[in-house]
């Protein structure tokens, strides 16, 4: 497995989910010996690492003590399931743009420039034994040893429409790209004026979040049967992506949250049920 950057420069532009503010990115080819991904913002660098997340509040939050950038899940998880390693992304405005919420635009537009081999070798981690973390309730992230990264997510809610919903992958790029990137975000219609009292899902509309009602989906139709489990999966690729490495080993996330994934790469990273194999 090679280190992947970008054939050129591409730009993006919309407004945040949660700020409902404009904002821009550029993701630029980077050709250091750095083997990472790189935020700049106002000529302030950060590198996205699990050690830089600051917020966890529905969104992944990275800062720098002088800077934040919201909401870098969706646009990390496209990065990863692409298999981009190195990139400089400029960053203009408070939050990524949310586009159609979910990682779709991300991908045809790096698709659309085209990526280029460094001709070195990617940061790859190997999970050696089985580590596990456990969230409240019954919530908890655990990986256990595989030869190739494979993820299985359940979601379950108190919900009489949205009780539970499974999926399994293979993480291969083109399943990837054909069957969670396109999942958009979701919510509860119940939880809509909360967010918004918190300041929060200001940028939220029918096309991009996925509304979900007792008797079912509000903005209909969904792009999946099983839309909101695939984009809990979305989110979380884009949430273990700040371990800096390509993973292999089975992933399996029971009703977990971008908290819990925080708090499980921070302790996984610290223990002995891995190795770098390069």
């Avoid at 700049?40 to 050690?51: L, P």
């Avoid at 991300?106 to 280029?116: D, H, N, P, S, Y």
């Avoid at 273990?240 to 990273?269: D, P, V």
């Amino acid at each position: 497995m090679e280190r992947l950057t970008l054939k050129n420069s591409v730009q993006l532009e919309g407004f945040g989910i949660h700020t409902g503010k404009f904002g821009k990115i550029t993701i630029h080819p980077a050709m250091n010996d750095g083997g990472a991904i790189v935020f700049r913002k106002n000529n302030k660098e950060m590198k996205a690492s699990v050690e830089n997340v600051v917020d966890v509040s529905y969104a992944t939050v990275l800062g720098n003590g002088e800077e934040k950038i919201r909401t870098v899940e969706h646009l990390l998880s496209a990065l990863y399931g692409l298999g981009i390693t190195d990139a400089v992304i400029e960053v203009e405005g408070e939050e990524i743009p949310a586009l159609d919420g979910s990682a779709a635009e991300f991908v045809k537009a790096i698709e659309e420039t085209g990526t280029e081999s460094l001709k070195r070798p990617a940061k790859i981690l190997k999970v050696i034994k089985p580590f596990r973390v456990n969230g409240r309730d019954d919530s908890y992230v655990e990986v256990l040893p595989a030869e190739s990264l494979e993820i299985e997510c359940v979601i379950s809610y108190d919900h009489p429409y949205l009780k539970r919903q499974e999926k399994h992958i293979p993480f291969k790029k083109e399943v990837y790209k054909k069957e969670i990137a396109p999942a958009r975000t979701y919510c509860f219609y119940e939880d809509i004026a909360h967010l918004l009292k918190s300041g929060l899902g200001r940028g939220g509309n029918n096309r991009i979040v996925v509304v979900i009602g007792k008797d079912g989906i509000l903005n209909k139709p969904a792009r999946f049967e099983d839309e909101p489990v695939r984009h809990k999966i979305l989110d979380l690729i884009g949430d273990i992506s700040l371990s800096g490495y390509r993973i292999l080993g089975r992933i399996n996330a029971y009703k977990s949250g971008h908290a819990l994934h925080a708090r499980f790469l921070k302790e996984f990273l610290q223990s002995d049920a891995y190795e770098i194999i390069s």
